[in-house]
């Protein structure tokens, strides 16, 4: 005869998933680049469109913070962006590919475009969760050169634990003016498109 032994309730801190992914406790939770990247994509427009460059844009300093119910369910998420840490790191295109030089000029150009001096930070702020399969989406608002308006960022699983985020921003829906040049024949597209790829930290809660 078999003895069936019943086993003792284990004492295990919840734990929630956004989708499928990997588990992360319930409390609240510090992102920032050790935890991903924030990516800013560029496109040339206009007649002399060829004579420019597609730039891929990295954002070096970026925090945020995702906070977590008891129910599981994540209940606010804020992420800040420091417009002065913009990085060109490459750019695709034009008629002869960027020097270091021009990396250097294009971030200046951009921080002014920006007006970064005046509104050094640009904050998202979620409003909504809507998880679906391993991914979803999350609806909120983006403050940004001063001016806040709503934004939905779409997620999807991109490994275990990980995850690509992505959205659009219409440069002129926050009163910024897309950079322009040889008399307006070469512009920069006015949607800049942002892909974050974050992987969840694990059993870092604080207070």
Known sequence: MVRRVRPEPLDVTPQVSYGAGMPIQAGRHHLGPEHGQIVLRTFRDGLAAQAGHDLIIDVSRWSGELAVGDDLAPTSLEVRIDMGSLVVREGTGGIKPLSDRDK????????????????????????????????GEISGTLT???????????????????Y????SVVQTEFGIKPYSGFLGALKVR??????????????????
């Open 104 to 135: 250097r000029e294009i971030v200046v150009t951009a921080r002014k475009v920006l007006g970064a001096d005046r509104h050094p930070e640009a904050t998202f702020t979620a409003t909504d969760f809507k998880p679906a399969g391993g991914g």
């Open 144 to 162: 940004l050169a001063g001016r806040t308006r709503p934004i939905a960022l779409r997620v999807s699983e991109s490994g275990p634990g990980a």
């Open 164 to 167: 690509q985020v992505t959205t």
């Open 190 to 207: 006015d949607a800049v498109e942002v892909q974050a790829q974050v992987s969840l930290p694990e059993g870092e809660t604080a207070a």
